[in-house]
């Protein structure tokens, strides 16, 4: 079992036998011609920065599955008649659960509260009017992604009772997401293991981020956390051990 950092949200996770990308947003410098196939894509929301745009290549090179809320998966299905069979759509609501080829997935409650700068970026960036709410994490097999949340109860109120070993989770404290002290708080919740930070990395020229993933690993030794922080650069894949293998940076998915 093993994850791979894509950049921003997009993650790529390798898991009991499937490859599994959850808001493949994927800019360079990944090389798409160097990704694993995969087999099914989670959309937690649709804006621009969680790579819904990208279904149609994507289902090109994969022929995979698509899963997200309802909302989104019906706009999927109009924008993308014409390249994705409509049986290649899955909507999984929060608070349902679905079972992929054995794999149980969860949708998990997210609390994305979009301000008018946030708005304006959208409208500056996005390409379409792919819906943003509702939003959603997802749980599977001890893996925890956020998509794109604040802190919120209803998060460790979803997860009670599973075991989180990861959690993927926003630590840029702008545009709606969360913060450093919010990453570590829904860590704490829901008693994860480890965090791997996301949703930090300028997007654009005018697009930044508060706080990038030191800031949290300097909030963790303040507060002597025993949650694990491991920031990774993109390209870097983290077995699930705990090791990273460095050479997916200097050789692996990667453009020269």
Known sequence: MNLTFLGHSAIKFDVEGLCIYVDPYLQPPVDRDKLAKGDLVLYSHGHFDHGVHLAGELYQRWQCKFAGPKPLINWMMRKFRKKIPPENFIVINQGETINFKGLEISAVPASHPMNRLGKTIMALFARSKAPGKPVVGYYFAGIYHAGATIYSPLIAEALKGKHVHTACLQIGG????????????????????????????????????????????????AENSKVAINALAIGQELNLDGSLDESQVRHGLLAK
């Open 174 to 221: 702008k545009y709606a997401t969360g913060s450093p002290a919010d990453a570590l708080r829904i860590a704490h919740d829901i008693k994860a293991e480890r965090i791997v930070p996301m949703h930090w990395q300028p997007l654009k020229d005018q697009v930044f981020f508060r706080y990038q993933a030191s800031d949290l690993i300097n909030l963790a030794s």
